[in-house]
């Protein structure tokens, strides 16, 4: 028994070192990325939710993936209702047509360091369920979330080496990122 328990501490102890070497990270890695949460008064349901931890998986996939408010880097959406229609068929189906833009922003100069825009369209038998499924049609692995997190990512990496030894500010507070819709 005594063995069994030296054992499993040298394995602890072995695995621990590890960890914490894979945990020592370059200076790119280390662009902690917020993503607010969507607001729309007009869409129903958990669609922004579910849109909310997608846009959260996209992060962390790219290596950026922030558990704190403190992040001076956030992804801000913007969803845009083109249009709702009925179709002509028995039975009525509803489509809608979403552009839902993505920003990658410094919060603390106010400056875009990344945009890109998707288009989705939903169908289903009512409004509000046709415009959340073009929503959750969104996925965390799409090419153009991806390319805005990437570009995003090389601009803070260019903003951190410039004013490498500057201690920057962070904003702890909630984010205001009403200038980005201006």
């Not at 040298?10 to 020592?24: C, N």
């Not at 129903?44 to 880097?73: C, H, M, P, W």
């Not at 047509?97 to 289903?124: A, H, P, Q, R, W």
């Not at 965390?140 to 500057?166: C, H």
Request: net charge positive; no cysteine.
């Amino acid at each position: 028994m005594k063995k069994i328990k030296l054992l499993l501490l040298a394995l602890l102890v072995v695995v621990s070192g590890s960890f914490l070497k894979a945990q020592e990270m370059t200076f790119e890695q280390m662009i902690p990325v917020r993503v607010l949460m969507p607001v729309n008064n007009d869409i129903k349901g958990d669609a922004l939710t579910i849109l909310y931890n997608r846009l959260n998986q996209a992060v962390s996939l790219n290596g950026l993936g922030s558990s704190t408010n403190e992040s001076r880097f956030l992804i801000v959406t913007s969803i845009t209702v083109v249009s709702k229609s009925a179709t002509p068929t028995i039975p009525v189906q509803y489509k809608a047509e979403l552009e839902v833009s993505f920003y990658f922003v410094d919060n603390i100069k106010k400056i875009i360091l990344s945009e890109t825009t998707i288009t989705k369209i939903g169908m289903d038998d009512n409004e509000n369920k046709a415009v959340a499924k073009a929503i959750k049609s969104i996925q965390a692995r799409d090419p153009k979330l991806k390319k805005l997190i990437n570009m995003g990512k090389s601009r803070a990496i260019e903003y951190y080496q410039a004013i490498e030894g500057v201690e920057s500010e962070e904003n702890a507070s909630d984010p205001d990122v009403s200038w980005i819709n201006k």
